[in-house]
């Protein structure tokens, strides 16, 4: 395959992501209009339904913040990439998108002395997996800055155990209060070492609102974390309410005899993602 | 709901009468600026210098937006996250700006700063950028261009739906939000 294609396909995914929020997260808000006990909280989400719905249909970004554009590659082991460089061919297919789409630039060169922005939102954060067969799999997601800012991370003993997880993400749901645009789904990473806890945390923010996961007392402690998490009363915006998330995705690993890594990464209500398969 | 409609320049009988809480639709003129231009516009006041734009009684709205398409006054223009601006805030107050949007919980010296120079915060709904872009007539950019979306820009707006989170009374609607609907102490 020419990496032209994936220019193509990364290209599209930009410029179509961030205007149509995921069905599944859609589903949800509709449902916590009908349940949100709060009338400011209920006005809120009936805004910001009406919000995604003029993005839709009027191919717009729902939030201007167009976020890091993080793109995740499931690459067939079989297949052979030619015509480039695939990382230069990722960036390229952004560069465009972004320009074209009419897509805010948020990336700065040096995160600390310059901060000059680069103009088009590259580089992209890039994570290519390598899995058995002839496809590749490109996932897009557009992360906003805002609720980013609110992820954590932390290093617990194993004798902390379930209630242990629950604190430190339920803390942090609450340390983070309106910040990160309630309704939010709160993506946790359990396991791994250090850095694969963030990245399982990722991809649990990334998962469709509404699939839980595959192993049983994991879902479950997705449903006990939702339910505890909408206890807290911060509701849509923070303004007070009963919708506080739409959403507990857990992604967990294998780790060391000595550690439970825990990770928390937030994403909003729009949480724009997408994937192509060629 | 009730809604309350106010227009720029804000004047101190309006703010007096602004409490947390209230819904309101600003008419007017907004100035965008966030953490870039923050930086820039304070260095010119500790400076002794002037400002490219006149903030008395002017509202800040902390925003980057997206580019316009073709026929779009302005691109989606949602509010950022507005603790990243508490350093700046104070002094800001303390030279003449009345009120600023933005999403999420101020500091306790912002929450003071506001007291003292009787200023207001409001948040709009963030997230919500397709919407509250449809509020904006016209846009143009004021200074520092070269920071592209962080630029500052004076926006016309009509109608632009806030709330109001900490008034002059030093109320906080993110804190009555919470404690109005927690269930139990939030501990497992």
């Known amino acids: 395959m020419d990496v032209s294609e994936i220019t193509q396909a990364v290209k599209k995914l930009a410029m179509n992501t961030t205007s149509n929020v995921p069905k599944g997260a859609i589903d949800a808000l509709e ?17 910001i339904l009406e919000n995604h719905r003029i993005a839709r249909e009027e ?19 079989d297949t052979r990439l030619t015509g480039g460089d695939l990382y230069e061919a990722i960036n390229e297919g952004v560069r465009q998108g972004y320009i074209e789409g009419y897509l805010r630039k948020s990336i700065v060169t040096d995160p600390l002395f310059e901060r000059v922005n680069t103009g088009d939102n590259t580089p992209a954060v890039i994570y290519v997996d390598i899995v058995p067969g002839t496809n590749i799999k490109i996932t897009f997601a557009a992360k906003g800055g805002g609720a980013e800012n609110m992820s954590g991370l932390v290093m617990l003993p194993p004798a902390a155990g379930v209630e242990g997880v629950k604190k430190f993400v339920i803390d942090q749901v609450r340390k983070a209060g309106p910040n990160p645009c309630p309704p939010i789904v709160v993506g946790v990473g359990i396991g791994g070492t250090f850095d ?3 990245l399982l945390a990722k991809k649990a923010v990334l998962r469709d609102v509404g699939e839980s996961n595959a192993h049983p ?24 309410g009963r919708t506080t998330a739409l959403a507990v995705n857990v992604e967990f690993a294998p780790c060391h005899i000595a550690s439970l890594p825990v990770a928390c990464n937030l994403n909003c209500h729009a949480g724009p993602h997408d994937s192509i398969v060629l | ?36 231009a923050h930086k820039r516009l304070v260095n010119l006041i500790r400076e002794g210098k002037e400002l490219p734009m006149d903030i008395q009684g002017q509202i800040i709205y902390y925003v980057g937006p997206a580019p316009a398409k073709p026929g779009q006054a302005i691109g989606s223009a949602g509010p950022t996250t507005s603790y990243r601006m508490d350093s700046y805030a104070p002094i800001l107050m303390e030279h003449g700006l009345k009120g600023m949007i933005g999403k999420g919980s101020r500091s306790q010296s912002v929450r ?58 030093g109320n906080d609607l993110y804190e009555q939000g919470v404690e109005e609907y927690k269930i139990g102490n939030g501990d497992t």
Not at chain 1, 66 to 76: N, P, S
Not at chain 1, 217 to 240: D, M, R, V, W
Not at chain 2, 129 to 152: R, T
Request: charged share 25%; net charge negative.
């Open chain 2, 1 to 36: 709901m009730a809604i309350r409609k106010i227009s720029t320049p804000l004047t101190d009988e309006v703010i007096a009468t602004l409490k947390a809480g209230d819904n309101v639709q600003i008419t007017g003129t907004l100035y965008t600026a966030r953490d870039a």
């Open chain 1, 59 to 77: 191919s717009v970004p729902a939030c201007q913040d167009t976020g890091v554009a993080m793109l995740f590659l499931e690459v067939g082991q």
């Open chain 2, 112 to 169: 003071e700063a506001m007291v003292r120079y009787k200023a207001v915060y409001f948040a709009a709904i963030g997230g919500a950028g397709a919407l509250l872009a449809k509020c904006v007539n016209s846009s143009e950019i004021v200074a520092y261009e070269d920071l592209g979306p962080e630029a500052v820009r004076k926006l016309t707006v009509e109608d632009f739906p806030a709330v109001v989170v900490n008034d002059i009374y």
């Open chain 1, 31 to 47: 449902r916590a209009y009908l349940t949100e006990e709060s009338p400011v909280g209920k006005e809120v989400i009936k805004q």
């Open chain 1, 217 to 240: 007392k994991y879902a479950q402690l997705e449903k006990e974390l939702l339910e505890e998490i909408n206890k807290l009363g911060i509701g849509p915006q923070g303004f007070g």
């Open chain 1, 196 to 198: 694969r806890v963030a």
